[in-house]
């Protein structure tokens, strides 16, 4: 049976849809793995209808009780949404469930084992967190619908234009542009697009009856359409949220800005490697200026989605999902064999700081002494009944060194992330008062340093090594 992922988000003509059409894009991208379950207290039918017909199963709640209770240790729950706090992380966690939290914002506290922030120019250190969260940050992980990762095969139309505010456009800022383009003669068609929960529709249709200019209204469009229409379009007006990688993904020139505050770090992100054209809060005056400087220096501006975020994505929650089936527990003295066999592996020892052959009787009493000292957490990992490696830390008053070691028939299959991020939970529990755990890795050991990237760790460069650190946030 595939393990069920239950996707927690709302959507309404307030909080706009996004949050759930994001979290419909990455279900979409791991379906093949898992069994995907959204929960909502609110959803537009027409949306709710189109995620059904995807093959998801969706089921509208009333209370929270109703979605908290469905969760065990098997569980893996997405989060979207700014209601839920760490209150309501703690409950799920006490489930003893995986968490992978959407965020939109920075210095966001949270008991996420995974925090994804598709938002450019976002680092880990924005964040507190615990030692082992992991991080998927920026356009590499960019939440698209599949069809947006498709090669375009569309012919762009001259002098097109297409617009969309999102799902809502709470403020009709689709009519302010339609109104500014009444005045440009330039674009010989112009197509808007409106989402379910729009409830400005009739000033829309009015609009367009008594206007001269070639307009294109579609209302509720699935994906296929919308990325037929944006294809098809030289330019794009959208706000700096998720359907701006789409217009970038469907290879249109961007005008862009933002609205609301959950937009104004994928804004800033985006705007300080020029990637549009900018509107700034979409005022009239800026809007226009937008638009002329795309009309007199039409330049093409950076585009930043390479369409490989389904496969780092789907690894990611791979990997999360090994957290059910893999344990750590104490080092025992009966282990000395195997950690000498891995230490002198000849592919471990090309990356170890003491490269000279290791003697059988040196490792012996070092192992001993280590396993001795109270200074010491040293633990080997389980992924189901199989011993896969192990994490020592050796701790200095509130600082712990990491060190660890993978079984070399394990490498390269995506062991060792999870594996440091089950340890590292061990270690906070059992050290509460360590607030810094440390690492060092040659440069040359590319996986490692991956690998401390991806946990959120910061780096100093130490000439031959690097030394990663990462400091432990107190709930």
């Known amino acids: 049976m595939k393990r069920a ?10 909080i706009g849809l996004g949050h759930v059409m994001r979290c419909f894009a990455l279900g979409q991208m791991i379906k093949d793995d898992f069994d995907i379950r959204f ?46 706090d760490l209150a309501y992380q703690k409950q799920i ?38 030692f082992s969260s992991r991080f998927l940050l920026g356009a590499d992980y960019a939440l698209l619908r599949p069809i947006f990762f498709q090669s375009s095969h569309q012919s ?12 809502a456009d709470p403020f009709n800022l689709s009519l302010k542009a339609l109104e500014l ?20 529709l009739l000033d829309i249709e009015e609009f367009i009856r008594n206007s001269d200019q070639s307009i294109e209204h579609y209302h509720a469009v699935d994906a296929t359409k919308m990325c037929q229409l944006m294809s098809q379009s030289e330019l794009a007006i959208v706000p700096s949220s998720s359907i701006i990688y789409e217009a970038m993904a469907a290879n249109c020139q961007i005008i862009s800005g933002y609205y609301v505050d959950n937009q104004k770090m994928f804004y800033e992100g985006l705007k300080a490697i020029n990637c549009y054209y900018d509107a700034s809060q979409f005022e009239t005056v800026n809007l226009a200026n937008a638009l002329n400087s795309y009309l007199r220096h039409p330049q093409p501006k950076a585009n930043i989605i390479d369409k490989k975020s389904p496969e ?14 893999l344990r750590v527990q104490e080092m025992e003295l009966l282990d000395v064999a195997l950690t000498y066999q891995w230490a002198s592996n000849p592919e471990i020892r090309k990356y170890a700081f003491q490269q000279k052959p290791i003697k059988p009787e040196e490792h012996n009493e070092w192992f001993a002494r280590k396993s001795a000292d109270e200074n010491v957490v040293y633990l080997k990992a389980f992924y189901r009944n199989d011993i896969i490696g192990s994490v020592r830390f050796d701790m200095d008053g509130g600082t712990a060194t990491i060190s660890y070691l993978l079984d070399p028939k394990r490498h390269g299959k995506g062991f060792a992330l999870p594996m440091l991020m089950a340890a590292m939970e061990r270690v906070a529990l059992k050290k509460t008062f360590i607030s810094r755990v440390e690492g060092y890795v040659m440069k040359e050991n590319l996986a490692s340093v991956r690998i401390f990237e991806n946990l959120g760790f910061q780096v100093i460069d130490q000439n031959d090594r690097y030394q990663f650190f990462k400091c432990d946030f107190k709930y």
């Open 156 to 167: 762009k139309t001259p002098r097109s234009i297409f617009i969309c505010f999102g799902g």
């Open 5 to 14: 992922v239950f996707i927690r988000a709302d959507a309404n003509d307030k």
């Open 181 to 200: 383009l009444s005045s440009f003669s330039n674009f010989k068609r112009i197509v808007i697009v409106t989402g379910s929960a729009f409830t400005f």
């Open 93 to 130: 966690k006490e489930k003893q469930a995986r968490i992978c939290c959407l965020s939109d914002f920075k210095a966001n506290n949270s008991f996420a084992d995974i925090i994804l922030n598709q938002a450019p120019g976002v680092v880990a250190s924005d964040y507190q967190t615990s």
């Open 312 to 325: 780092r994505i789907r690894r990611a929650i791979s990997q999360l999902a090994m957290l059910a089936d």
């Open 39 to 84: 929960y909502c207290k609110e959803i537009p039918n027409e949306l709710a209808e189109e995620i059904s017909t995807a093959g998801f199963k969706i089921e509208k709640i009333q209370r929270e009780d109703e979605f908290l209770n469905r969760l065990n240790a098997n569980s893996i729950v997405i989060l979207d949404g700014y209601d839920f």
